[in-house]
């Protein structure tokens, strides 16, 4: 079946800089991946959608791209500012409305 | 207004009683879901209806019931709570799409129900 995977150890970064996280899927390619983000004590929030055949999709600050040769997508966050920090989910299509979540990353941007 | 609602923000119990938590979406919606996030805070499917039809389904105990009286509400019974149910529960929902009823993107959530069993 598949699997999404992040790297479950936390981010730390400078503010200002940019900030990389990553995402693989073990299995098949989705149709498409998606990103959210969640702060604590919160529901997970929409940010960003790649579909298979886009490279890349921008948003503001944010950059998202889909490598289906490496089975990855990375997120970009240019500039970053400590309000940034919060917890970084990646999830796949699924497809039949099973979307299926990454375990996400934790960025801490230091001012 | 909240899109997507949920109640009780935190609910505290003994083991072995019943208890319900509600969810209420206003964004005209077909699809609810019922995800659960653990200690580990990794967000599970457990539930997803569409138009008021049970579609997923994933392993979950039958201690666990949704009920979907309209496509803007479904609400999660839970029965003989167990230690193992103590996590957090959170409601989503999202638009079908033009390809399909069972295709489907960009989910909102609620805010989330703190479970904790006693």
């Known amino acids: 079946s598949q699997k999404i995977e992040q790297n479950s150890e936390a981010l730390n970064i400078q503010e200002g800089k940019t900030a990389t996280l990553t995402c693989n899927y073990t299995?098949?390619?989705?149709?498409?991946l998606q990103w959210y983000r969640q702060d604590p004590g919160r529901g997970p929030v929409f940010l960003l959608l790649i579909r298979e055949n886009e490279k890349e999709k921008r948003k503001e600050r944010l950059k998202v791209t889909f490598d289906t040769t490496l089975k990855q997508s990375l997120f970009h966050i240019t500039a970053s500012q400590p309000a940034d920090s919060a917890t970084y989910l990646c999830?796949?299509?699924?497809?039949?409305?099973?979307?299926?979540f990454g375990i996400g990353t934790k960025l801490q941007v230091i001012p | 207004d909240t899109a997507v609602s949920q109640t009780p923000k935190y609910l505290v119990t003994q083991m072995g009683n019943d208890k319900s938590i509600k969810c209420e979406q206003n964004l005209g919606h077909d699809t609810m879901y019922w995800y659960k996030q653990d200690s580990k805070k990794f967000l599970k499917i457990m539930f997803s209806y569409n138009n008021k039809e049970l579609i997923i389904n994933e392993t979950v105990p039958n201690r666990f019931s949704p009920k979907s009286p309209d496509k803007a509400h479904l609400n999660l019974h839970i029965n003989s709570l167990e230690l193992g149910d103590s996590a957090v529960y959170f409601c989503a929902s999202s638009q079908d799409l033009e390809t399909g009823p069972l295709t489907n993107e960009k989910l909102f959530f609620g805010s989330g129900t703190q479970l904790s069993v006693l």
């Open positions: 999830a796949d299509s699924g497809g039949y409305q099973k979307v299926t």
């Open positions: 299995n098949y390619s989705p149709a498409y």
